[in-house]
């Protein structure tokens, strides 16, 4: 079985930071892409970015330049640094794993449960 635990959430200020980290862990043989979403009330969940098991990075127009993934690929951790956090930024984040469980079995995604991210002053 395949966790994804986030941790990192909570209340910043317009134009603070805050730092996002989602752990995998489990019966994981290897992890190929890792990534964060998020979901606004109201809203549909949308793309944040991407760290690919290459090292790129992939990220959605709304955050380029404030966002920055990144990845400990022994400790199968995502991380996602949130800078300039402003009021479209509100949200619960989610992890995301594409992953393989054995050496032949198909690729799959697996989800965290999601952190609050809240930005108010």
């Known amino acids: 079985q395949v966790q994804l635990v986030e941790s990192g959430g909570g209340l910043v200020q317009p134009g603070g930071s805050l730092r996002l980290s989602c752990a995998a862990s489990?019966?994981?043989?290897?992890?190929?892409?890792m990534g964060w979403y998020r979901q606004a009330p109201g809203k549909e969940r949308e793309y944040v970015a991407t760290?690919?098991?290459?090292?790129?990075?992939n990220y959605a127009d709304s955050v380029k330049g404030r966002f920055t993934i990144s990845r400990d690929n022994a400790k199968n951790t995502v991380y996602l640094q949130l800078n300039s956090l402003n009021p479209e930024d509100p949200a619960v984040y989610y992890c995301?794993?594409?992953?393989?469980?054995?050496?032949?079995?198909?690729?799959?995604?697996?989800w965290g449960q999601g952190t609050q991210v809240t930005v108010s002053s």
């Open positions: 489990g019966s994981i043989f290897r992890i190929n892409a």
């Open positions: 760290s690919t098991s290459g090292g790129s990075a």
């Open positions: 995301n794993a594409e992953l393989r469980i054995t050496m032949i079995s198909s690729i799959s995604n697996y």
